[in-house]
């Protein structure tokens, strides 16, 4: 009789564990940063319609890289689990620490008990309080593992390469445009040769706090992404070069010379479109 084939279970956990964090590095990179109004998420994302970042609650935003399919799973069971805890209980006791123990569990168990392969992917789960020191952030890996954000926490792609450039420009409590600009900087800097990344690159939201709304969550694109990077004399014409004709405040603008447009602050910004963006942040889940 032949002896049956054995692989210790330290192994078999190790070769999990490798096989998930290579799936994970192939992506890139999302950053979720803390700022003076809220929580800003950013990540190189050229599609419009596969989202890395999404709204899951009133407070409540989640972030993902690694295998699309995988967190898109678990991004749509989030948003069930919110919504069931909020109608069965009441809104005040969907959190996002609840959520992310909830995204441990199931992760935990997968990784550890599953038949199949692991999942490859890490998840943020940010939470925006009525001040600054009430905002919460939890990242969770592909095994389980919970740990709090402390001021940036950068996932999946070339993360330790990112983080190392985001250690160097990050500042507590700063603005809007300034953790922007730092986070896209840093994404640019991803091990690679350094890259400027246009505004249609990106993907890009925030957890604002000063929103009158009771959904705090909303989208960044397009004119209002390009002047909170200082671009808004640019404009992507879709080939990689930049023109001036027809963006926001190019010489193509009705808008150009328009003295209150110049001193708009991020906040203002942010302020002015919002109401254009309610209207798309109504079909968002």
Do not use: C, W
């Amino acid at each position: 009789m032949t002896t049956p084939f054995y692989v210790s279970p330290e192994q078999i956990m190790k070769d999990r564990a490798e096989y998930a964090r290579k799936g994970i590095s192939r992506g890139r990179s999302v950053a979720v940063i803390f700022y003076d109004k809220g929580i800003l998420f950013v990540g190189e994302n050229p599609s419009r319609a596969l989202h890395k970042i999404s709204e899951i609650y009133d407070r409540i935003a989640f972030a993902a890289a690694g295998r699309y399919n995988e967190y898109e799973q678990l991004r749509i069971a989030g948003v069930r689990h919110a919504d069931m805890r909020g109608y069965v209980y009441d809104r005040r006791d969907v959190t996002g620490r609840a959520l992310a123990n909830t995204y441990a569990q199931a992760l935990g168990t997968m990784f550890s008990e599953g038949s199949g392969k692991p999942y490859e992917v890490e998840l943020a789960v940010a939470e925006v309080g009525d001040k600054a020191a009430d905002d919460q952030g939890y990242r969770v890996t592909f095994d389980g593992q919970v740990t709090d954000i402390r001021g940036f926490q950068v996932l999946g792609g070339a993360a330790d390469a990112v983080t190392s450039v985001l250690e160097s420009s990050f500042e507590e409590h700063a603005t809007l445009e300034t953790v922007l600009n730092a986070a896209v900087e840093a994404l640019g800097r991803d091990g690679t040769e350094p890259r400027t990344l246009a505004p249609n690159q990106l993907e890009v939201a925030v957890l604002d706090r000063t929103r009158p709304q009771v959904r705090k969550f909303r989208r960044i694109a397009g004119p209002a992404l390009a002047r909170l990077l200082g671009r808004d004399g640019e404009e992507d014409n879709g080939t990689g070069e930049k023109d001036g004709g027809g963006g926001v405040g190019g010489a193509g603008s009705k808008h150009s010379d328009t003295p209150a447009a110049e001193s708009l602050d991020d906040g203002d910004v942010l302020g002015a479109v919002d109401d254009l963006l309610d209207e798309g942040d109504s079909s968002e889940s």
